[in-house]
């Protein structure tokens, strides 16, 4: 049996959600994002000048583990992710690790089946050599307890994206 993974978006279902009301409980305000560069992860690309912007509230790990029936404990934590205000066409391209989402350094933080961290990995690749990133994932998830990884900013600690064990 392979084993592989696959790269997840904020699911757009979860999103309707979030926009009327954030996993901190709040209905946040959209805005207009002036110069752009702001990380989306409802597609996984940067935005563009003058896009509409929501900056929510977002527990990924409480998310997943509803879907899972995992138990995350005092793993289910909450922060800051950028979204489009209304809905987009979500992640348009790519089954890999989506290079227009990288920077460095970036931390890979793995979870097993009921949630909690197992561990973590610095990377620092250069952006021309983002491509990379797979390689470390796919080495992350030769361990069979590894269920998922969050890849996440090292320089804030915010969620970028999942990546989700998938057996094929």
Do not use: N, Q
């Not at 690790?97 to 089946?113: I, K, N, Q």
């Not at 009921?114 to 390689?135: T, W």
């Not at 470390?136 to 600690?157: K, Q, Y």
Request: overall charge negative.
């Amino acid at each position: 049996m392979t084993t592989t993974y696959e790269i997840r978006a904020i699911d757009p279902a979860v999103l309707r959600g979030l926009r009327e009301k954030d996993d901190a409980g709040y209905a946040r305000r959209p805005f207009t994002d002036p110069d752009g560069g702001s990380p989306l992860r409802c597609c996984l690309r940067h935005s563009e000048p003058g896009e509409r912007l929501l900056l929510l509230s977002y527990a990924p790990v409480r998310r997943w583990a509803a879907e899972t029936g995992a138990e995350p404990g005092a793993y289910d934590e909450c922060g800051p992710v950028f979204v489009h205000a209304e809905e987009c066409a979500g992640r348009t391209s790519g089954t890999g690790y989506p290079t227009a989402m990288h920077g460095t350094p970036r931390v890979l933080r793995a979870y097993d089946a009921d949630g909690r961290i197992l561990g973590g990995r610095l990377i620092d690749i250069p952006v021309a050599r983002a491509a990379e990133v797979d390689d470390a994932l796919r080495e992350l998830f030769t361990d069979p307890a590894v269920a998922l990884v969050h890849v996440r900013a090292l320089e804030f600690g915010c969620f970028l994206l999942e990546a989700r064990r998938r057996r094929g």
